[in-house]
């Protein structure tokens, strides 16, 4: 995210579908080192890692996705082999365009009220 | 943990050390429903699940171990094929009998002025 609120999201180019940035960790890398790799190589902006805002159990495929809110530490955007569009998003456009289960790893992300939130989906909803 | 702030641990069958009780989520298990379980399966202990207290990835096996704060619903402890001993341990003991990587998870889960920890480990020592 970044001071105005917006936060920054792309448009995968595999499947076309609006999703915060983020990948898969490499076997020997710290979590923050490689929420900060996937967000640069996705988008361009250099980020700081602030918290863990959730940890999201997809149970049809048996993955846990865990969820980091950042600050922008950088402006330049860039596309990337992986994101054909990136862009910073209202709270709003987040919920308009993404999924279900990636809006609310955004929409929890924003919350300042609560620990991390922990989700259980089927890929397409949650349970 | 229990209201006298001492905290469950086993020590465990195949290597003789002693742990937090944890273990492997089902593929389609949701994540708490996994934490009680396998309480329940190492110690016979009943627990409710407060929150999530840290992440600890392991950079020599890729792995990440998710750590829960939970409070005992029930009394009686008993051994299992996985638990050789299990024990009711003060905090003080907890630093005496675990290695550093497992004391460190209990130690962040007592600590009430934080969110959860995520931390980077080799299987022996932080890093």
């Known amino acids: 995210m970044r001071e105005d609120g917006r936060v920054l999201a792309i448009r995968r180019a595999d499947n076309g579908t609006w999703e915060p940035p983020g990948g898969v960790l490499e076997l020997d890398e710290a979590i923050e080192d490689g929420v900060r790799r996937e967000v640069y190589e996705e988008t361009g902006i250099k980020v700081s890692v602030e918290r863990l805002t959730g940890v999201y159990k997809n149970v049809s495929r048996g993955i846990v996705a865990l969820v980091f809110r950042c600050r922008s530490e950088s ?40 620990g991390p939130s922990v989700r259980t989906h089927d890929g397409r909803h949650l349970l």
Chains 1, 2 share one sequence.
């Not at 330049?76 to 209202?90: F, P, Q």
């Not at 709003?92 to 300042?112: H, K, P, Q």
């Open 75 to 114: 402006e330049v955007v860039r596309l990337s082999e992986e994101s054909v569009e990136v862009a910073w998003l209202t709270p709003a456009e987040v919920s308009e365009r993404m999924a279900e289960v990636y809006a609310v790893r955004v929409l929890d992300a924003l919350r300042d009220d609560t």
